[in-house]
């Protein structure tokens, strides 16, 4: 496993685990790797949308530059737009605001056989909102076990969730935001907050260590991706996505069965009840 699964109330510390590596895995070999499991993963979601006996959430975390958008839209390259959609969480607005601060979330979470991705999601109100002390400890603390308790509410109606923090080493971040300036073509995403935010960088590592600590479960577990390579953080989430969802193809396969011989034998009735024409190949095999 190229992701690290945060085991529920472990202890993380970030500082450990290195941004950069690769597992020894070469850029080639990695990018090879990642095609074959993209369009695996675009299968995987077909089954499930067919079967449409669970959904999937996928939330994706990271600091400014981390690739959120661009992790979105590489893992699931393959996977029908029909079946998907991706959610972005902004500043809240003023309705949202008036409302309790997973009622917008709540709202874009997926229904029986979709997939949904968020860029930000529930997690900014632990992590923005404390690091500026956008409301008091005594709120943004009691969130942990709120956040908690919603993914277990959707674990139970049978949204498989999993969580990716994008970690990128600070150093990374200050290359990929340099980058912007310099290239026309990723100017429009420069944003001075961005820099300034930068200044907040051991806070907001303290606060997504608590993250992991506090919200990382068996039925809504986190995983840590090592994404200075953006081909490595493709190859990671990828390989996570199919080794999550592949344990439940069996159960679809077979509910997608019973629903064939259902169907089957719905048609066969009322071709006996000669509503349905025969089937001419049948006929003409007899
Ligand atoms: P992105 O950086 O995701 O590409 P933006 O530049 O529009 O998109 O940034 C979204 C901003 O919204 C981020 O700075 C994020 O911290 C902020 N945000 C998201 N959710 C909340 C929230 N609940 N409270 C305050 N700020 C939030």
Redesign the pocket.
């Known amino acids: 496993m190229h992701a690290i699964r945060i085991k529920p109330g472990s202890k993380v510390n970030l500082g450990s685990i290195k941004p950069s590596q690769t597992d020894g895995l070469d850029e080639k070999a990695g990018r090879e790797i990642y095609t074959k499991q993209a369009a695996e993963l675009g299968e995987l979601c077909d089954l499930m949308s067919a079967a449409a006996t669970h959904s999937v959430l996928v939330i994706v975390q990271g600091m ?1 530059t981390a690739g ?2 661009g992790a979105i839209r590489d893992v699931f390259a393959r996977v029908n737009p029909a079946h998907s959609r991706a959610e ?5 607005s003023t309705t ?2 008036a409302h309790d ?1 997973l009622w ?1 979330v709540h709202q874009k979470t997926p229904e029986l056989g979709q997939l949904s991705m968020f ?4 997690y ?2 632990v ?3 404390r690091v ?1 002390k ?1 409301v008091p400890k005594s709120v943004w603390r009691g969130r942990y076990e709120l956040i908690n308790a919603f993914e277990r509410n959707l674990s139970m109606n049978n949204t498989i969730i999993v969580k990716f923090f994008l970690h990128i080493s600070e150093a990374e971040q200050q290359e990929r935001l340099l980058d912007r300036e310099e290239d026309p073509l990723k100017s429009w ?1 420069l ?1 001075t ?2 820099w300034l ?1 930068r200044q907040h960088w051991s806070e907001y590592q303290k606060a997504y260590e608590d993250v992991l600590d506090k919200c990382s479960t068996d039925v809504a577990p986190w995983y840590v991706v090592p994404a200075d390579h953006k081909w490595f953080r493709n190859v990671a989430m990828t390989e996570t996505m199919i080794d999550v969802l592949k344990p439940y193809t069996k159960g679809w396969r077979a509910h997608l069965n019973e629903q064939s011989k259902m169907r089957l034998a719905e048609l066969a009735e009322a071709r006996d009840q000669g509503l349905v024409p025969r089937n001419p190949r049948k006929t003409s095999k007899k």
Request: zero cysteines.
């Open positions: 400014d959120k958008d972005a969480f902004k500043v809240p949202e605001l601060f917008r860029n930000r999601s529930q900014e109100d992590l923005v909102v500026h956008l995403k944003a907050g961005d935010e």
